[in-house]
C-alpha cells in the first residue's frame, strides 16, 4: 500500500522544522592573541592578533597600525593598512623562520587561523 500524501507530509513537517537548527554551522568567537609581527625585514615588536570569525577577517595591530586582512574562502586574501587606504590583494607564504607572512607584513606565534 502506498503512504497517503497527508501522512507523508506529517513525518517529514517535523523534520524540516527541526532540521535548521541541527544542520546550522557554530558561529565562532572572536579570538584575540599576542603575538610578534614586522614589516619587511625590519625588527619584530609584539603586537595583538584580532580574528573575527577566524579564517575570515583578522587584524594586526602594531606600531601604532591596523592592518585588516579578508579572506574569501578560495585562496583570495586582500590586506590594507588602517581604514583610509585601499585594499591590495596578497599571498600568504611562510617566511625561513616560520612566520606567516602577507606581502611585508609578516606575524609569528600562536596565531588561530583555522
Same mark, same amino acid.
Given at each position: 500500500?502506498?503512504?497517503?500524501?497527508?501522512?507523508?507530509?506529517?513525518?517529514?513537517?517535523?523534520?524540516?522544522?527541526?532540521?535548521?537548527?541541527?544542520?546550522?554551522?557554530?558561529?565562532?568567537?572572536?579570538?584575540?592573541?599576542? &603575538?610578534?609581527?614586522? =614589516? *619587511?625585514? %625590519?625588527?619584530?615588536?609584539?603586537?595583538?592578533?584580532?580574528?573575527?570569525?577566524?579564517?575570515?577577517?583578522?587584524?594586526?595591530?602594531?606600531?601604532?597600525?591596523?592592518?585588516?586582512?579578508?579572506?574569501?574562502?578560495?585562496?583570495?586574501?586582500?590586506?590594507?593598512?588602517?581604514?583610509?587606504?585601499?585594499?591590495?590583494? &596578497?599571498?600568504?607564504? =611562510? *617566511?625561513? %623562520?616560520?612566520?606567516?607572512?602577507?606581502?611585508?607584513?609578516?606575524?609569528?606565534?600562536?596565531?588561530?587561523?583555522?
Amino acid at each position: 500500500m502506498i503512504p497517503s500524501i497527508g501522512f507523508t507530509l506529517t513525518l517529514i513537517t517535523p523534520l524540516v522544522l527541526i532540521a535548521p537548527g541541527i544542520v546550522r554551522p557554530a558561529q565562532a568567537e572572536p579570538v584575540a592573541v599576542d &603575538v610578534e609581527c614586522r =614589516w *619587511s625585514h %625590519e625588527a619584530w615588536e609584539p603586537c595583538r592578533f584580532e580574528a573575527d570569525p577566524v579564517g575570515s577577517r583578522w587584524n594586526l595591530a602594531f606600531n601604532d597600525h591596523r592592518i585588516q586582512f579578508e579572506h574569501d574562502g578560495t585562496g583570495l586574501m586582500r590586506m590594507r593598512i588602517n581604514e583610509r587606504s585601499s585594499w591590495n590583494s &596578497v599571498q600568504a607564504s =611562510w *617566511s625561513d %623562520e616560520g612566520a606567516l607572512c602577507w606581502g611585508e607584513v609578516c606575524a609569528r606565534g600562536d596565531l588561530p587561523m583555522d
